[in-house]
């Protein structure tokens, strides 16, 4: 996918004045917020179960090595066929091996957020396969050439009107913005694709190295197709996905559903466990799973390491008032909000993406519904600190940071510039006692005004109250 | 019971009427309060700019100036916020300041938090005329766990009537260093903050953090409202007479 994150502010200034997207985030607002809390009363134990969820994923990643090699064992053992892939070039190259040497000129795609990191519909394409997207909201966003802005509700910056345009538009039907109709018209152009096409690439959602099977969490039905009735399937998914057991997983999946949509469970929860055996009646002929590497080892072992027990559920971004505000496009990357200000700059490097770790208040938001627990205000903190180490923030924000902590320590010093400061800034905020605009702070004063100190400091006023 | 005040830096420099409504408080509360002179920052402007250094050094300032009193009471949930949750970890390779950093940290306290918990305070002497809204701010909240206290202290001002926001706990867009390296998503926090807030209809928008409180009021005043006021818990809470502030 393009990288545009390292234009993160101009993005964001866009986005804020964009009336359409504007309103449908306010739209969408505060839904799956909402029907999170509503369903995760039906958890007594969520805590416990959060504890547990985040030991299991601190587990899965302890020996992330061990249990890849034990999965890709079972794997083997079921049929399937294991591809390492270091790189997201990686990714598109084996895939493109698989197609080609199939035969393959048409791909059906189920959701995967990986395969948007090596931008795999632009290589196939490229390669003279043809690919469609059949999860509605990525059908959407294909015909509208754009990239998912959310990780779960890919299309939720579009409004039903941009559907209804682009449906006529491509299809050459008459347009039509009832819902349901419009959810038949997607359908019956996608039937025929999944009938014809040679090849069906999915995602994972989780990996159960115990059995070798790849787990899918999906509500639409198109999942299914995508991987049975292809001769071929691809799963494609990140090596961070492994758990131990399937006893993990009906820890974990009592988490994903409820965080993400706030669904008790969602429509269709599949276990994949290789290619159609002798008497099956469904499945596909071959089985190829896809391991993406592409940045994910390099924090194992790190203080990072904890942003790898993501599953993908959403929330983070759900209840993230910045977010919220701007969007997924803005943070120019695969993964928006809290979890993709602290993945994108790991994956694509801090310098491509400097912005990201400061786009967040510290609210905690996040991290009080994330289900494994990511300490995600930490790991921004941890990544600001590599920023301010490497010396990639601007030199004036570095030097007033060292200023203050150097002023700050010495409080007679302080007790004068602070004095004197506040004077100052008390007699220019006039007779409303508020700066309209203070140079060096437009940041602040371009969309608000600073009221003005009161003109003495606490600590003045009290010693001459005591003496 | 000695209790040493932290002011923190931004009521020391921008509204020092609600450090002497926080002392007010703890001295009616029978405190003995005193407010050592050296005092500074707790920290949390460079800590959370990436500059672990800063909050390190002054740490080592809070531990010098506060560590002989029973108890540490600053009027703000994101300063506490960062010694009680921050302080303990910064010094990961000497046991003994790092013991003595999470001992002190453990007696410091939010202002309604210690009313509330530690004093226990179930009466106030103080009135305000109007209805009001609380702003829950960020760290006092996630951080402290700071809801009931304050609502529950304001229950007894007389005349003080609560009108909830839809959302109280929505982060107002302040931020510390991000409200000026980011200030165009923090102006549209604070104007969505400022939109809940006018929809209540209350006379003044109350919460425990300056640094939100500014925010608020720099959007509500460039929006050209002068009459809704913005204050600080203390102020609430400790009444409108406060001496010659």
């Known amino acids: 996918m393009q990288l545009t994150s390292f234009s993160f502010k101009s993005n964001v200034r866009r986005k804020l004045i964009d009336p359409l997207l504007q309103r449908n985030m306010k739209r969408f607002g505060g839904r799956f917020v909402e029907a999170r809390a509503a369903v995760m009363t039906e958890v007594d134990n969520l805590e416990t179960i959060r504890v547990a969820a985040a030991a299991i994923r601190d587990r899965s990643l302890a020996n992330l090595d061990s249990y890849l090699l034990a999965f890709e064992e079972q794997a083997l053992a079921r049929g399937s066929r294991v591809h390492w892939a270091e790189t997201a070039q990686d990714v598109n190259r084996i895939l493109i091996e698989i197609a080609q040497s199939n035969g393959v000129k048409k791909i059906v795609k189920s959701k995967s957020m990986v395969s948007e990191e090596s931008g795999l519909n632009d290589a196939v394409e490229a390669a003279g396969i043809q690919a469609i997207e059949t999860d509605l909201g990525e059908y959407i966003l294909q015909l509208a050439h754009e990239p998912p802005s959310h990780i779960i509700a890919p299309a939720i910056h579009k409004s039903l009107e941009e559907v209804a345009a682009l449906f006529s538009e491509n299809h050459h039907t008459p347009r039509q913005t009832d819902i349901p109709a419009l959810c038949r018209e997607a359908r019956e152009q996608l039937r025929p694709h999944f009938l014809s096409a040679e090849m069906g690439i999915s995602g994972g959602n989780f990996l159960i190295a115990e059995t070798g099977s790849v787990v899918i969490v999906t509500n639409e039905g198109n999942g299914r197709m995508v991987t049975t009735l292809p001769r071929i399937h691809v799963t494609i998914t990140g090596i961070e996905k492994v758990l131990p057991t399937l006893n993990d997983f009906s820890v974990i999946v009592r988490l994903l559903t409820r965080s993400a949509t706030g669904q008790s469970i969602t429509n269709y929860v599949s276990m994949l466990t290789g290619p159609r055996q002798e008497g099956d009646l469904d499945g596909p002929e071959q089985s190829h799973i896809i391991l993406v590497d592409s940045g994910r080892s390099r924090l194992l072992g790190t203080e990072m390491q904890k942003a790898l027990r993501c599953i993908r559920c959403g929330a983070c971004m759900n209840h993230c008032p910045v977010y919220q505000n701007i969007g997924g496009h803005a943070y120019g990357w695969v993964y928006p909000g809290p979890i993709g200000a602290i993945l994108t700059p790991s994956y694509v490097g801090l310098k491509n993406a400097l912005d990201l770790p400061q786009a967040s208040t510290l609210c905690g938001a996040c991290q009080v519904v994330c289900p494994v627990k990511i300490p995600l205000p930490e790991l921004m903190r941890v990544l600001r600190e590599k920023s301010f180490e490497q010396g990639l923030r601007p030199w004036h924000e570095r030097l007033s940071i060292r200023l203050w902590r150097g002023v700050a320590n010495r409080p007679h010093l302080y007790a004068l510039m602070t004095q004197m400061g506040v004077r100052v800034l008390s007699l220019l905020g006039g007779k409303k006692k508020l700066l309209h605009h203070l140079p060096g702070l437009d940041g602040w004063t371009d969309g608000r005004d600073m009221p003005a100190p009161q003109g003495k400091t606490f600590r003045e006023l009290y010693r001459k109250r005591r003496s | ?245």
């Open chain 2, 1 to 245: 019971m000695r209790v040493g005040l932290f002011v923190t830096c931004l009521v020391d420099m921008m509204r020092p009427r609600i450090g002497f409504a926080t002392l007010k408080l703890l001295e009616n509360a029978g405190c003995e309060v005193a407010v050592p002179p050296n005092q500074t920052c707790c920290g949390q402007p460079g800590f959370n700019s990436g500059d672990r250094e800063s909050g390190r050094v002054m740490a080592r300032r809070f531990l010098a100036d506060f560590e002989s009193f029973d108890y540490v009471v600053a009027p703000s949930g994101s300063c506490t916020g960062m010694i009680r949750s921050h302080y303990g970890e910064l010094f990961p390779d000497d046991t003994a300041l790092q013991h003595r950093l999470n001992a002190l940290s453990q007696r410091t306290f939010e202002l309604t938090d210690f009313l509330v918990t530690v004093l226990k305070v179930e009466r106030l002497d103080s009135s305000f005329q109007g209805t009001i809204t609380y702003h829950d701010s960020c760290s006092g909240l996630r951080e402290l766990n700071v809801k009931h206290q304050p609502r529950q202290l304001m229950e007894q001002v007389t005349g003080a009537q609560l009108h909830e926001m839809s959302k109280p706990e929505l982060c107002c867009g302040f931020g510390g260093t991000f409200s000026i390296k980011l200030g165009e998503i923090a102006t549209r926090m604070a104007d969505n903050k400022c939109q809940d807030a006018l929809a209540t209809k209350a006379d003044a928008i109350v919460g425990g953090d300056l640094g939100c409180l500014l925010n608020i009021e720099g959007r509500l005043r460039r929006l050209g409202d002068d009459t809704t006021q913005v204050l600080h818990v203390a102020e609430v809470l400790a009444g409108p007479e406060l001496g010659q502030v």
